[in-house]
């Protein structure tokens, strides 16, 4: 987190810059301290979308990465949509073009494709359905078809996969941050916090998941903290996850089960950023309207299951 002198200062004119321009602020629960301090709402992707859909303020400023902030004005076309870093992307998003998408749909003609909420605007329009961490379960059993197509990521499709009586067929992408968390680092944190739960989210390696005693979502882990009895936990997901669940329980321990588990593009977004994003409107996240009306269907079907 950057040691701002003036961070009081900032946040005060934010809440008021917030107020003229009727402006709120999401970030996600991986963002640094200080943003997450400053926000209306935090919480995972699925609560954000649902937030973004919801909101009646004008303007949003999504503090995340660009998917989100995409998927923010997909849900609300009628807002401005503000990411206050216009290069927060997401590799893992990076990794299917729709192009590419379109050229593997014709290798399995009928097939329907389940895309993760980490996508661009353009590969969501090629998808049937979105689904994120928390609902992905849900929502592939929602569907008809015994073979399913699930893109990007393929620990999390290896996850859908052992839970539900279907055939997943994976894209090759992963999340660079999750796929860093290897078992060794699981064992390590075992013997150095022995009565410590392991909890673990579902774009870690399967080999990681299988040692876990939770494998959550980040908005899971969120409720999960505040509900359970144990006071030690390693958690296996970025490093921004830890403070807000320090944040919100104080009197509980957890330890990240790989010290460098940053995402770089998460964390390019601080307070200055937002300040600057209300009082300039910069960087509007804006989709074309044919691209934002098919998948838009894909994010709704999601929503509302
Ligand atoms: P969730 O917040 O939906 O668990 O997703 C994690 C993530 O990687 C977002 O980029
Ligand atoms: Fe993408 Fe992983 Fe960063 Fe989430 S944590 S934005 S999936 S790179």
């Known amino acids: ?16 810059l917030k ?23 935090i919480g995972d992707s699925l609560e954000l979308s649902q ?10 400023v999504f503090c995340g990465v660009h998917f989100m902030a995409e998927t923010a004005s997909i849900l609300s076309p009628q807002k401005t949509v503000l990411l206050p870093e216009i290069h927060a992307g997401c590799p893992m998003a990076d ?32 998808c049937d359905v979105c689904c994120t961490s928390s609902n992905a379960v849900n929502v592939v059993n929602s569907l008809e078809s015994h073979e399913i197509l699930f893109a990007p990521d393929k620990n999390l499709a290896a996850w859908v996969a052992r839970r539900v009586s279907r055939i997943i067929i994976p894209w090759d992408g992963y999340c660079y941050v999750h796929n ?8 390590e944190k075992k ?10 989210h579902p774009e870690c390696r399967p080999d990681v998941i299988d040692l876990a005693d939770k494998v959550l979502s980040t908005g899971k882990m969120v409720k999960e903290a505040r509900l359970t009895e144990t006071r030690e936990i390693v958690v296996g997901t970025e490093a921004g996850m830890i403070y807000r669940l320090k944040h919100d329980n104080p009197a509980k321990n957890f330890y990240p089960a790989h010290d460098l588990a940053f995402c770089a593009n998460m964390k390019k977004i601080n307070l200055r950023k937002v300040y600057t994003a209300l009082e300039q ?9 044919e691209i934002s009306r098919r998948a838009r269907g894909a994010i709704e079907k999601m929503v509302k299951l």
């Not at 860093?180 to 064992?187: C, E, Q, S, W, Y």
Request: without cysteine.
């Open 1 to 16: 987190m950057i040691d701002d002198p003036d961070k009081e200062a900032l946040s005060q004119k934010i809440r008021e």
């Open 19 to 41: 107020k003229k321009r009727n402006a709120v602020i999401l970030a996600h629960n991986y963002q640094p301290g200080e943003v997450q301090d400053v926000a209306d709402y």
């Open 51 to 60: 937030k973004a859909a919801a909101v009646e303020e004008d303007v949003i």
């Open 95 to 126: 990794m299917i073009t729709a192009v590419e998408l379109v050229a593997w749909k014709k290798n399995y003609p009928g097939r329907p494709v389940v895309g993760y909420v980490n996508t661009s605007a353009e590969v969501k329009a090629e």
């Open 180 to 187: 860093n968390i290897l078992a060794r680092d699981i064992r």
């Open 191 to 200: 013997k150095m916090y022995p009565e410590a739960e392991i909890w673990v």
């Open 281 to 289: 409107m910069i960087y509007r996240v804006q989709v074309p309207p």
